[in-house]
């Protein structure tokens, strides 16, 4: 295996380490073919991230081990990189790396990044975003056909809105749909604007889509409007995920929705799909959109319900136990085994959707809560709270962060 490989991108020398190193074991990719893949879709990438400060999620150690999030541009790096200084609530603030050609597309990925995940603002107007985004997050025991219903209420939402609605897959378990917009209103309007598409969709769609906060509370699709709130990234168009098929979160024109199954679209058949039909989001910077009438619907619709507080921490509406917490999501599912172990009769009352399997955000890397919801569970027979199956804090040592 050479330990490098020069390539000549835009331009620019990218020095490839360890290109031979296989990624995606289904398909035996290796990180040069998938570089050679991103070069390949630079076109259609770029537009997702192009001139967007980028948090790099780093798999240093592999698509089966936990990534880790850098929102530091490395201090080694090429003089052609860019950056921009982005300014955190708690007072911190880093240099992220921001793309501006397949050069520095290939320069990210050689350091471990698998899907992209740049922030809604140009580097230029880092207050304004310029593209709201909307996540359909299913919760389990959901079908994909489900999902795509849904999607396409929230097509019908933006349109009568005065937004053009770009669909993709997102390349895991759910659905993307983006709209471009005029960089005229911060975050927190932003924001408001997406939550009121998502309770429009749910009041269009109540038996199939949901707009409630709290996980433990909702049934069907969650339309997830906080994806918009500053500080949070999504997968981009074009964007490999790290799956062992190596899916690809890829853009469809609305006709190919109804059809579509995503496990269709991996590395080798996006690139061959690219090839042959180019990026069906061509035309999106074109139809840049304005908030006005979603702001108008959030004034109608009035405030979102408020959840119950009760003394100190959120008053629980539903009879929830933690199991874990842990640093691995495999420890996490462990730890979940043996609670199960333990308790066999409980699990035969257990829905899908009882089991609660939460990515919480850390310091540099995600880790996992586990609770189990016992609403199906008669009450005589409910578990009481035990000492936990993994007990990880991921704040020891640190200064937790602010609420």
Not at 177 to 197: G, K, M, T
Not at 213 to 221: D, I, L, N, P
Not at 252 to 280: F, I, K, Q, S
Request: aromatic share 8%.
């Amino acid at each position: 295996m050479p330990p490098s490989q020069v390539l000549e991108v835009a331009g620019h020398e990218v020095k490839i380490t360890n290109p031979d190193r296989v990624v995606f074991v289904d398909g035996g990719h290796t990180k040069l073919d998938l570089v050679r893949y991103y070069v390949a879709v630079a076109d259609g990438a770029l537009r997702g991230v192009v001139g967007r400060p980028m948090i790099l999620k780093r798999f240093v150690k592999g698509i089966d081990k936990e990534a880790f999030f850098q929102k530091r541009a490395p201090t080694k790096r090429p003089e052609w990189i860019e950056t921009a200084t982005l300014r955190y609530a708690s007072g911190t603030e880093a240099d992220e790396v921001v793309v501006r050609d397949a050069a520095a597309l290939a320069w990210v990925v050689n350091l471990g990044c698998i899907d992209l995940n740049p922030h809604p603002v140009q580097a230029e107007d880092l207050e304004h975003p310029d593209e709201l985004r909307i996540d359909l997050d299913p919760i389990p025991g959901v079908d994909w056909r489900q999902i795509l219903d849904v999607a396409y209420v929230a097509k019908e939402v933006l349109e009568d809105h005065g937004l053009t609605a770009w669909p993709k897959t997102s390349g895991s378990r759910g659905f993307h749909v983006y709209a471009r917009i005029e960089p005229r209103w911060p975050y927190r309007d932003v924001r408001l604007a997406a939550q009121s598409v998502a309770r429009e969709v749910e009041a269009r769609a109540s038996d199939i889509a949901t707009s409630r906060w709290w996980k433990e509370e909702r049934e069907g699709v969650f339309v997830d409007f906080n994806q918009n709130a500053k500080d949070r990234t999504v997968a981009s168009a074009y964007s490999v995920r790290a799956k062992p098929d190596a899916r690809v979160s890829t853009p469809l024109t609305w006709d190919e929705v109804a059809d579509c199954r995503p496990e269709d679209y991996t590395l080798p058949t996006v690139l061959e799909r690219y090839a042959e039909v180019g990026d069906p989001w061509a035309g999106m910077d074109d139809a840049v959109g304005s908030l006005d009438a979603l702001l108008e619907l959030a004034e109608r619709l009035g405030p979102a319900e408020k959840p119950p507080k009760g003394v100190g921490r959120r008053q629980q509406t539903m009879p929830l136990i933690e199991i874990a917490r842990a640093k691995t999501k495999d420890e996490a599912m462990a730890g979940l085994d043996r609670w199960k172990a333990r308790h066999a009769t409980v699990v035969d009352y257990l829905q899908p959707a009882d089991t609660l399997v939460d990515g919480m955000r850390g310091r540099s890397s995600i880790w996992y809560r586990i609770r189990i919801n016992l609403q199906h569970v008669p009450e005589a027979k409910r578990p009481e709270q035990e000492p936990l199956e993994v007990d990880y804090d991921p704040w020891a040592g640190l200064a937790r962060p602010e609420a």
